[in-house]
């Protein structure tokens, strides 16, 4: 029986992922760090690790996220180089499919407009228009965002998308690199992020990025809260070059109670919720890859340590 040791600062999470093992991959051993099995543990499966937590796995040689995103393992670096994983579940993709669609439709719909004007019990219709006039540009077409890029131009919405390698996706308007960031920016309606967070996407939804959307549009961050520079949104919001921003994940999670962005007029707060691979799925990837590990064959759903993501 192999065995996998579960990290995580959310003392809450580790009872659960033991059951899914459990229930999902017997022929893993899950097991906390203060087990003494937890010395013979080739495999550490993480969310958010205490730091200094890696580094006291004696046989340590793989490090897997439990999420999609892997940034949330620098939090630990007190471990030894050795290859990184992510899970990757469909399931993954049908919850933040759910998520954006209901986001383009509240600002192509004007949803967000009367929610405000119900507050002032005004009775004012906007102007209906197509989807196909409705710009709305994905940033990060991995394994997420390109699933949600070619669900909404199945919508009828006029879709851009943009990766870091030339992509071709039907009914999508591709853009990538540096070089084509603003032609893929301006004047989109709405501004998706789906990219993982890295040094390069660090405070990419900037007053910059802003300024190139059309005057009053919105900003959906499904990304990193790092992603985003919090006062250029609080100034693109007063000025109107915003109108919205729907917010799902934050630096300091759970976003504290005072925290100002809970007050900000045209900001919807979600509790990091668009999306989540379910613990099922979780401990038979996790025991997939430990499998392949021990048996000397390639892992799946690989991070390049290069790119970081
Ligand atoms: P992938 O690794 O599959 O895809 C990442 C995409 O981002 C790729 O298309 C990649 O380009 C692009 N990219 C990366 N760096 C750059 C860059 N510098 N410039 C332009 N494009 C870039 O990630 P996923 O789709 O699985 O997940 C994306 C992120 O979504 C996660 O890292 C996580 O942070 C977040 N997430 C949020 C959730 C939530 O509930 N809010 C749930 C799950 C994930 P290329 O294709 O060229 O490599």
Known sequence: MSTVVLLSKDAGLLPLLQAAFAEHAPEVRAVLLDDPAADEAQVAACWYPLAGSLGRLPALRL????????????????????PMCRVV?????????????????????????????????????????????????????????AAIAADLAGAGYAVRGWARNPRDMAAVACYHGEAQFDAFLDGLDLLINLLPLTPATRGVLCARTFNHLAQGAAIVNGGRGQHLVI??????????????????VFEQEPLPADHPLWQLPGVVITPHMASAASHACIARQVAENTRRLLAGEALLNVVDPTTGY
């Open 63 to 82: 490090v897997h996220s439990v999420a999609a995103g892997v940034d949330h393992l620098g939090t630990d670096t007190s471990g030894p180089q050795v």
């Open 89 to 145: 579940d469909p399931d993954h993709r049908r919850g933040m499919t759910e998520y954006v669609r209901w986001t383009v439709l509240n600002y192509h719909r004007d949803f967000d407009r009367v929610a405000a004007q119900q507050r002032h019990s005004q009775w004012l219709r906007h102007p209906q228009r197509p989807a196909g006039d409705f710009k709305v540009g994905v940033m990060g077409l991995g394994s997420l965002g």
């Open 231 to 248: 006062a250029d949104l609080q100034q693109a919001l007063a000025s109107g070059q915003l109108r919205g921003a729907v917010l799902d």
